[in-house]
């Protein structure tokens, strides 16, 4: 056995694209006509092992987005009140962070724009997670002949990718110890990828020859897929075999709102270090999440108690208190869905639930505190909102009530694309821009 040569490589199956089950409050309209056939859809498996998530990765049972213990969030407040051009932190190639760039991730205000995460605070935080991954994996860059187990490109990587095609980034793997055949042994290759109005994420592992795309928008991927799988075959020439290489169904939490794409994007990656599924994040916990990604930079990456092997640690034992009936883990919870939902299982101990449970838990799309609040006052607010909607609600059925104080303003989000009421001209130029590109495809 010890002879024997190894086994070829065999790229996984593809799995087929789903989209998550649409939850409606009306019954179905009846026609008086026959209705056109229709491609029949994958379903979700009936039950969900919540231990499995999607591409091999855990699905934990408890809350992923911890609330920061209480030193470390009154740091992260009094880094927000420094000046504007105050250099707070700084990145592991030796890039100041200020505090406006840390505004971007908890702005003051809550408008539009605001929350929209600059270009460093993404290289930044991709910077972060895969030099803890090459560390902790003694493959660093800086080790010579070793090739780094885990890189990311910067924004810049995918806008020329697309604007120049790939004559244009012949230099950009071997700047990070990747180029031709090495890539094959990278397990994650993060690229940002910046879609005008929108972040998202694309993964490529060389080791198991795939292409993952994360949009927390659900959109297409085909165009963004197709001009990175283009890339790295130009960068393994001769050792690019398409038929090993696939492109995996991923799916991605779905935002809230118009701006948390850029948190999820660099959130997602940070899931995908910790072999977590990025499903398990929700959009209730970006509040407290955008905190955490404050602390992370400014503790000068995942490093201390904020190394990922010690959250995971973390998730862990909360998930082991959960299955011995201890309730008292509550940090990052945004709602009391998940606790609820547990108990009306009867202590199963295999961790299974519905379609339709599995679509409130890790689908629903709620609406977050203020983006400036601090973790103490999450679930208050929480509560706020959900007697706002409730009020909503009884308007609609005649009432003329006025609306609360403390309603988020809503952008009338659905599950592929936002209201044009937020990006008026500029989201009907991107729509055109990605038509006409897939068609050129």
């Known amino acids: 056995l010890l002879d024997a040569p190894p086994a070829p490589h065999t790229p996984p199956a593809p799995v087929a694209a789903s989209s998550p089950p649409a939850v409606s409050s009306s019954p179905p309209a009846v026609s008086s ?13 009936q039950l969900i092992d919540l231990d499995e998530g999607q591409n091999g990765r855990r699905l934990p049972s408890v809350p992923v987005i ?12 009094t880094a927000l009140r420094a000046a504007p051009s105050k250099e707070l932190a700084m990145t592991t190639d030796g890039q100041e962070l200020r505090r406006r760039d ?14 929209w995460v600059n270009d460093e605070i993404i290289n930044a935080y991709l910077q972060a997670l895969t030099r803890y991954g090459n560390e902790k994996t003694r493959t660093h860059s800086r080790n010579k002949g070793v090739v780094p187990r885990y890189a990311a490109f910067t924004t810049f990587f995918y806008s020329r990718l697309a604007e120049k095609g790939v004559e244009g980034l012949q230099r950009w793997a071997a700047r990070l110890k990747i180029e031709g055949k090495k890539l094959l ?3 994650h290759l993060f690229i940002p990828v910046h879609l005008g109005v929108h972040w998202t994420l694309a993964v490529v592992s060389g080791k198991t020859r795939t292409i993952e795309y994360f949009d927390s928008l659900g959109g297409p991927h085909g165009r963004h897929t197709t001009l990175i799988r283009g890339w790295v075959a130009s960068e393994l020439k001769d050792a690019f075999v398409d038929a090993e290489w696939t492109t995996l169904d991923a799916q991605s939490p779905r935002q ?3 701006r948390d794409c850029g948190v999820f994007a660099i959130t997602t990656a940070k899931m995908i270090m910790m072999d977590v599924d990025p499903m398990a994040v929700r959009p209730g916990d970006i509040p407290l999440q955008r905190r955490r990604v404050v602390a992370e930079l400014l503790n000068g ?16 034992a909360a998930e082991e208190e959960e299955e011995e009936g201890d309730d008292t883990y509550v940090e990052g919870e945004d709602s009391s869905e998940d606790k609820d939902s547990s108990d009306s299982d009867g202590g199963s101990d295999d961790r299974c639930v519905s379609e339709e449970e599995f679509a409130v838990r890790y689908q629903t799309d709620e609406e977050e505190p203020a983006l400036g609040s601090s973790s103490s006052g999450i679930d208050d607010e929480g509560e706020e909102e959900e007697e706002e909607e409730e009020d909503e609600v009884e308007e609609e059925e005649g009432e003329d009530e006025e609306e ?22 500029d989201l009907e130029d991107y729509e055109a821009w990605d038509a006409e590109a897939d068609l050129e495809l």
């Open 404 to 425: 609360g104080e403390g309603a988020v303003d809503g952008d009338g989000i659905g599950d592929f694309v936002l209201g044009a009421e937020h990006y008026g001209d």
């Open 66 to 77: 911890r609330a920061l213990d209480q030193e470390w969030d009154d740091k992260v407040d």
């Open 256 to 258: 809230g709102n118009s």
């Open 102 to 115: 840390f505004e971007t991730v908890v702005p003051r205000g809550n408008g539009v724009a605001d929350g």
């Open 301 to 316: 990456g995942f490093v201390g108690g904020f190394a990922l092997d010690s959250q995971a640690d973390g998730l862990r």
């Open 33 to 45: 006509s026959p209705a056109a056939p229709s491609p029949p859809a994958a379903p979700l498996p």
């Open 185 to 187: 042994e990278v397990e």
